[in-house]
């Protein structure tokens, strides 16, 4: 395939500014430490003689990805010489250079094209800013003169592919490297087993790939809610697939060139129910389809998994092996006997502490065969050996407490970097696991969290974003969940902190939608929808209400306050705006005259249970929202739970206002929503009570649920009671059922 510090634009020669933004595009993602633009262009000849320095031999080939470059001739510089003054050269640097030993620096002007870098990584990135550069051009192969000096934040910049759920061919893996390279990610984790199939052919146990890569429905939902089967490859019907050792290869080899390290993944202890469907006996009850953790107390077990990894070895030279080591199930180790055996002999006290046991055999193997272990960040679970490097997905707090502990981190909570998540409104999308992840709240992500204590962040090495593929069956659909999400994240881990602007990259990101129309990738579009955060200020008793769209111009937004549907005539949208009485406002998207998005509907309430005491008779569990205040802090819940203003529980709500003196109570109406691929459901009925003492409390109605548990898209549903005669009373008791036992989620009491 063909294929930052503040962004310094300086343009020399002011009379020439507008001359040079007509001949060239510097747009470039991610943005660089410095970019100084001059009078004058550069034609880079289609069949370009290059000079380098004997090292980057190798590295030069991949400017025949340049889209204006047809082939290339290289001369090697001679050991000792000085590079000539003029011509295509990359070189490398030395002392008097200044450039930096994570850097390259970049030199265009009427003498040619000047590269230079002191190693092979840095080098590469700066070609890949010059094949960025070839595509964003109107003329591919001219290009403005210019100085780039650039170098990344962080040292490890990684996107993950779940290739076990659903198989994806090595052709679009190669693909997906492709576009990695264009944008400097330099770490592809390949997650190539877990319970869905084994993916990666392993010679001592050809039954992995005969059987464990072979299963019963091509979708995983399907395969998952039917049993859950594994079937002999040839059979009728079969799905799934693997990749022989040699092609595994040639990935390693392809992404080499390409300055990426292929990292592998190889489940352990658990995770791994397609393992013990053919190999029974390493489980605990030694049945088939029964559990998906190996049995650690049994030694065949780590004979298995060092000879898997033996093999492994042999095909990745990539310094991290990942193991995984999450979402064990441990209670079947609490009860078998060879797990209890060893635990006795090892003085374990908790079954925490023996899958540490497992993970640290395992580190001290790979540490014997001069690897490093990566886990997720369960692995901290037990406590864990010097060398393991953490992967923080369960949120920040593992990453900030193994890097506090001294162990290199590897950032990728599921709230900013879970590619799986929905990126827009749930209702217009195809179906995902759940969650809600914008681009700019990748892009707003910080690797480096306010807890890490001092000198401690030098272990957070960078980020990574993680695409778990349950619900993602298509190659089509894969792209469509990375990118451009996956420019946010490069971004986020090359450019400076204080050097990043959202502005600004929405902006440059505007040129890139074409670019990724060049490599035939099936990017998500940003939609016209129009979003809404209210903001109640106590003091004033008003709204203040901001309308956002993923495009890039806002003003483009028309409304009204009255409920009416919005028209070309309608406000124009300049910026935030206040409602001081309840409203309902509409707002869309208008280009060229032409609604062409949907209406934004809603209510904006200013109730009577604004800022009023809640007591919580049931805790809310792991979504707290903003705590004590979340339900009558007068902001409603958006399109996600993770927004901060819906609270999660898992038991049966019961919660108590006090409305600090009695008041006549109208309508009582709480908010819930329904998203059943996480377990987010309706409850099966709201009651109201009313006390005047709140101890004795008086039912004045129910609400029955009618939303289907089955209905799997997002669903919003406002549980109302209007009361057919006003009644007094000072405390409000709402009871909301759990009836599916999973999660409620709730974001606002409105009393009237």
């Not at 709230?415 to 799986?420: A, K, Q």
């Not at 914008?438 to 960078?462: C, E, F, N, R």
């Not at 996600?640 to 600090?660: A, L, R």
Request: net charge neutral; with cysteine; glycine share 8%.
């Amino acid at each position: 395939m063909r294929l930052s510090q503040s962004l310094s634009i300086l343009l020399l020669g002011g009379a020439s500014i507008f001359a040079a933004q007509a001949q060239t595009n510097f747009d470039i993602i991610p943005k660089p430490s410095k970019i100084i633009l001059a009078t004058g262009t550069y034609t880079i000849p289609a069949h370009v003689p290059v000079i380098v320095s004997d090292e980057f031999q190798e590295a030069a080939q991949l400017l025949t990805e340049h889209p204006a470059i047809k082939s290339l001739t290289v001369e090697v510089l001679k050991k000792n010489k000085k590079a000539p003054k003029e011509g295509f050269r990359i070189v490398k640097a030395v002392d008097a250079d200044n450039v930096s030993k994570n850097a390259y620096s970049i030199q265009i002007d009427e003498k040619g094209l000047l590269l230079r870098a002191w190693n092979v990584p840095q080098v590469i990135n700066g070609i890949y800013t010059l094949i960025q550069l070839g595509y964003l051009q109107a003329d591919p192969g001219k290009i403005a003169y210019a100085t780039i000096v650039d170098e990344p934040r962080f040292t490890y910049r990684g996107l993950h592919l779940d290739v076990s759920r659903h198989f994806m061919p090595l052709s679009f893996v190669k693909k997906y490297i492709d576009i990695m390279a264009i944008y400097k990610f330099n770490n592809f984790h390949w997650h190539l087993t877990d319970g869905a199939g084994w993916r990666l052919e392993i010679k001592k146990y050809p039954e992995l790939t005969q059987k464990a890569a072979w299963r019963t429905h091509t979708s995983w939902k399907d395969w998952w809610n039917n049993g859950r089967q594994y079937v002999e490859k040839g059979t009728p019907n079969a799905s799934g697939g693997f990749y022989t050792q040699e092609e595994a290869r040639e990935l390693v080899d392809y992404a080499a060139r390409k300055g990426i390290n292929v990292i592998p993944e190889i489940e352990m202890p658990g995770h791994s129910e397609e393992v013990l469907a053919v190999y029974p006996e390493l489980s605990c009850s030694g049945k088939p389809y029964s559990q998906g953790e190996f049995c650690i107390g049994n030694e065949k077990t780590f004979e298995f998994l060092k000879n898997v990894l033996d093999e492994v070895l042999t095909i990745f030279p990539s310094p991290y092996i990942h193991i995984g080591g999450d979402e064990a199930e441990k209670k079947h180790w609490e009860t078998c006997p060879k797990d209890q055996a060893l635990m006795q002999k090892e003085e374990l006290k908790s079954v925490d502490e023996l899958q540490s046991y497992a993970i640290k055999q395992m580190d001290v193997y790979l540490q014997s065969k001069g690897r490093k272990l990566i886990g997720w960040d369960e692995i901290l679970e037990g406590g864990l050996t010097e060398g393991a490097t953490v992967m923080s997905w369960r949120g920040e707090d593992g990453g900030i407490k193994a890097a506090n502990a001294g162990h290199d981190v590897i950032m990728t909570p599921g709230s900013h970097l879970y590619f799986d998540s929905y990126q827009t409104d749930p209702r217009t999308q195809p179906e995902a696991i759940g969650g809600y992840l914008t681009l700019d709240k990748v892009y707003s992500y910080d690797p480096i969290p306010s807890a890490i204590q001092g000198d401690k962040a030098k272990h957070i090495l960078g980020a990574q974003a993680n695409i778990w593929t349950e619900y993602v069956p298509t190659t089509e659909h894969l792209e469509y969940m990375v990118f451009p999400r996956a420019l946010a994240l490069a971004e986020v881990n090359w450019t400076n902190k204080d050097a990043k602007n959202w502005t600004d990259f929405q902006r440059r990101l505007q040129s890139h939608y074409k670019l990724l129309q060049d490599l035939n990738v099936n990017y998500y579009r940003p939609s016209y929808n129009v979003a809404y955060t209210a903001t109640y200020n106590a003091a004033k008793n008003n709204n203040k209400i901001t309308l956002t769209t993923e495009q890039l111009k806002t003003d483009q937004i028309r409304y009204t306050i009255d409920g009416s549907e919005p028209t070309i005539q309608s406000t124009p949208y300049t910026g935030p705006f206040e409602l001081s009485s309840t409203g309902h406002i509409n707002a869309a998207y208008f280009q060229d005259s032409i609604k062409i998005g949907p209406t934004l509907s809603f209510a904006i309430d200013i109730h009577r249970a604004i800022g009023k005491k809640v007591t919580y008779n049931s805790p809310w569990s792991g979504y707290p929202a903003q705590k004590d205040s979340t339900l009558t802090n007068g902001i409603m819940g958006g399109l996600s739970y993770h927004d901060g203003q819906w609270q999660g529980f898992t038991s049966p709500i019961d919660v108590v206002v006090d409305m600090e003196r009695r008041e006549e109570i109208h309508l009582v109406a709480m908010n819930f929503m329904q998203l059943i691929g996480p377990g987010v459901y309706m409850p099966g009925e709201m009651e109201v009570l009313l006390s005047d003492n709140g101890r004795t409390f008086r039912s004045v109605g129910t609400i029955k649920n009618d939303i289907s548990d089955k209905e799997s898209k997002l669903t919003f549903k406002r549980f109302e009671l209007k009361l057919d005669k006003a009644q007094q009373a000072r405390y409000i008791k709402i009871k909301a059922s759990n009836t599916k036992k999973g999660f409620l989620f709730t974001d606002e009491i409105i009393v009237y």
